[in-house]
């Protein structure tokens, strides 16, 4: 049956509106991403998007809160057939470290001693002394759905004194370690960016190479590359990276130094290289995580809030930040 | 559904509820699901980025949409093989924009411990979600800007 004038004419207009519909989405999401990534991190969208996860972290966390002995469940079922071999071994490890212990102490008397003498920054103890950093711990509310971020949200923010580019930490076997650092802050929530994510640059060295300083940022999926580590440093593989925890240009870093990051898996040649290519293993999976530590830094004094390019931190934020080295 | 994981995969459960609303309600609300959900994924989700998965998601619900009122519909083999697709498009959208950012991936590391176990899980986790979508949303109905005048 031929439609008539009419029925066609309604056709064609409903099938130009759909169209034009379509077309204005498409449009609008392009904008979107234009402007998201045209303009700071105090811009209007990035605004929304902290008020959004400031109004929807709350229901996540709840949400979270009930899958949580669920997720417990299975982590324990999984865990069950390592548990005895892990028992063992971490009884051999309690001797040994009881002897280490003393020793610890009196190296630790000596150190405070001499950091006193010098004037020199104090590391980081997550047991003992922050060095000036508050401990805030946050159960992680959500995470990326994408591996190409690997972040996730934690249920504290700004109310709480969590600022960008704050470090985060969890626990490892070799103790607290860095995970990530902060890249957005809402008042009620905090976005984290793993050491892992591609946009995440740390400062860092290897205490047993040498006083040389580099550059920590993601390569392959949860694994990192330090760079900018000349040809003499005596970089060998099992030693262990920290954070580097020093600034450039007269701007102190939010990042306390020592705090352990990772390991180091590889060292790759450098017969015509200046620098050496160094592979590094997190010491913590925080894709496994269920809480987060954040290190609250003191209130910055005038001086160290001023603006100023930083060679560290999150990639993806264009505005004034402290230095993340 | 973060919190499953298999290798770097995370099933795209997004994928599948924007194909089965598709391909039983058409193109417009097809794509305008796929927007919103795909918006609201970047809002509630620490993802920094915006208005990327929305348009992925619009593309996919806009092209699922013309399988609405087919014979395909009516099955479930069909909506299976566009949600495992669609999970393609988005991984591989994703990844076109990453390396447009600067963010870069081994090519055998993505397929490896990305693409694959993401499709799989996506494979696996999706015909429940389509099998509750179908019986909440009903008979396939293309749903058209505004209705007929006479």
Avoid at chain 2, 23 to 52: D, H, K, N, Q
Avoid at chain 2, 103 to 113: D, L, Y
Wanted: proline share 7%; aromatic share 6%.
């Amino acid at each position: 049956m031929a439609s008539s004038p009419a029925t066609t004419g309604i056709a064609r207009r409903r099938n130009n509106l759909r169209r034009g519909i379509i077309a204005a989405l498409v449009i609008l999401c392009l904008g979107l991403f234009t402007v998201y990534f045209r303009e700071s991190d105090d811009g209007a969208l990035h605004g929304a998007q902290s008020t959004a996860a400031s109004v929807i972290s709350p229901v996540q966390e709840v949400a979270t809160r009930a899958v949580e002995p669920f997720r417990d469940a299975w982590g324990w079922a999984s865990s069950l057939k390592d548990a005895r071999d892990r028992s063992a071994s971490l009884e051999t490890e309690v001797d040994r470290l009881r002897g280490e212990v003393v020793f610890s102490d009196v190296q630790a008397q000596r150190l405070d001693e001499l950091e006193k003498l010098l004037g020199v920054e104090k590391l980081v103890d997550a047991s003992k002394d922050l060095g000036g950093y508050e401990a805030k711990t946050s159960s992680v509310v959500t995470r990326s759905i994408s591996p190409w971020w690997r972040s996730a949200r934690v249920g504290i923010g700004s109310s709480d004194g969590v600022m960008r580019n704050s470090p985060v930490l969890a626990g490892s076997e070799q103790g607290a370690a860095l995970v990530g650092i902060v890249t957005n802050v809402s008042s009620r929530s905090a976005d984290v960016s793993f050491v892992t994510d591609g946009r995440t640059e740390v400062g860092g060295r290897i205490p047993d190479a040498g006083p040389y300083f580099g550059l920590l940022s993601s390569i392959t999926p949860g694994q990192l590359q330090l760079s900018g580590i000349p040809k003499e440093a005596a970089v060998k593989t099992g030693q262990a990276v920290v954070t580097g925890g020093f600034g450039v240009k007269g701007l102190q870093s939010p990042y306390p130094p020592g705090v352990p990051v990772g390991v180091v898996t590889s060292v790759g040649p450098q017969e015509v290289d200046v620098d050496r290519t160094v592979q590094v293993t997190p010491y913590v999976d925080p894709r496994t995580l269920s809480y987060l530590t954040v290190l609250v830094p003191p209130p910055p004094s005038p001086c160290r809030a001023a603006a100023a390019p930083a060679w560290g931190g999150s990639r993806s934020s264009p505005s004034p930040r402290w230095s993340c080295r | 559904m973060p919190y499953i994981n298999v290798a770097d995969g995370i099933p795209d459960l997004i994928a599948p509820t924007v194909v089965v609303i598709a391909i039983l309600r058409g193109t417009l609300v097809g794509a305008v699901t796929g927007f919103a959900m795909g918006l609201l994924v970047e809002l509630s989700s620490p993802v920094g980025t915006l208005g990327v998965l929305a348009l992925l998601y619009l593309v996919i619900g806009a092209w699922c949409g013309r399988y609405c009122s087919r014979d395909e519909s009516s099955t479930l083999t069909a909506p299976l093989v566009l949600s495992v697709a669609a999970a393609l498009v988005t991984q591989i959208g994703v990844m076109i924009f990453q390396l447009m950012l600067g963010t870069h991936m081994g090519a055998s590391e993505f397929i490896v411990s990305v693409l694959l176990p993401t499709l799989a899980l996506t494979a696996l986790l999706s015909p429940p979600v389509l099998l509750i979508g179908r019986r909440l949303i009903g008979p396939p109905r293309v749903v058209e800007p505004y209705a007929v005048r006479t």
